[in-house]
């Protein structure tokens, strides 16, 4: 018995295969190309030695006409904390037998920052000689913004609770960027309780061009803008490390209240990541970052918001909170500022008339909504009672009153 029911169990499986090779015209998938597995040793390999900073190892993998500038560019990562580094072969286009374009993923975490990977596409150039791989090219993938060891030999400033990473910027200004990171963040964590990493990862690119590099845009889009965070909205505990990028230019003309505030504002960001989604709008995001900055400063609205001020006394009371839109860099800067001011005085209108607590459970309620649509409708009904029409009047007459 047990041998018919093999024998009737292997026709069964026959006549399947059979009726699947009949409805895919009996194609048989290729195996894959042997050239993509090679290349992924290659790559590891690769990986480890820049990890180990073994020079001799990571020129193995490189064509003699790459070498210089790529052992260049690990010199220039020399002081980033790595702890990890590794390559992930997506896919092998074969130009010819001994020539082909890999795209791979590169990832990498900062040692102590970041629970998770950063990720970051490349493209790469290889030619096959005498049996083995060799790298000619390695360049950002399609969109993919630089690194900051791509621009120039990166210095590490390590302070109390930040790590700040500066390319052609005295060793000075670093640490002065650092000390006043570490003084921020604990400023963010009297204001935000929630569990969040304490620490922020700073970056200083050389100039305003350097930083748009950073971030994969325009640099006149980020012209007068002191710094900007990036990260993943909502991001959950194993994201990377958001990285506060600050504009050399716009930074180093602030005065020292100006560069608290700042840098206050974008580790609002970093701690508040995981509480933002897509259905958090700008206004709240932003207005929340900049109500935790002047904090405890004694700054009145009519220093805080002059431009929104200037509006409001010419008459020009807005009628709406800010659309997302009007956070667009790059664009009129005093509507930039009126809309950033705007959002402020709205939850600082919030936190004064509700409570700090009613504030911060505002913010969490309308970034763990599933979407945009409802969230702050639903948030203000649930957490403080009121519907958009009566917050929006309320907003309004505050802004009459503060700033009229």
Known sequence: MAGQGWGAARGAAACLVACLLAL??????????????????????????????????YTVALDPSLASAALKELDQLAEVPLASWAYRVEHVDRRGGDRATVRAELTYRVEGYD??????????????????????A???????????????????????????????QPEESLKAIAAEADRAVPAVSAAWPSPWARRVVVLVPASLDAMGGLLGAPAASYRGIAAVTTGEVGGGPDAPADRVIVNPEAYGVLGDFGRRI?????ATHVATRTATSAATPVWLSEGFADWVAYRGTGRTAAQAAPELRRAVRAGDLPAVLPDDKDFTF?????????????GWLACTLIAERWGEAKLIAFYRAVGAHPGREGAVEKALHEVLGTTPESFTADWRAFLRERLG
């Open 330 to 342: 790059g664009g009129d800067g005093d509507a930039l500022a009126r809309a950033y001011e705007s």
């Open 262 to 266: 700042v840098l206050t504002h974008e």
């Open 24 to 57: 895919t015209g009996c194609a048989v998938p290729e195996p894959p190309d042997p050239a993509a597995r090679e290349i992924q040793t290659l790559l590891d390999r690769h990986a480890r030695a820049v990890l180990t900073r073994d020079e001799a190892a």
């Open 138 to 168: 390695d360049r950002p993938g399609e969109g993919a913004a630089q690194q900051l060891w791509q621009q120039g030999e990166v210095e590490a400033v390590r302070g109390r609770r930040s790590l700040v990473l500066g390319v052609g």
């Open 115 to 136: 629970p998770g990977p950063v990720t970051t596409p490349r493209v790469l150039d290889l030619t096959e000689r005498d049996g083995r791989w060799y790298v000619t």
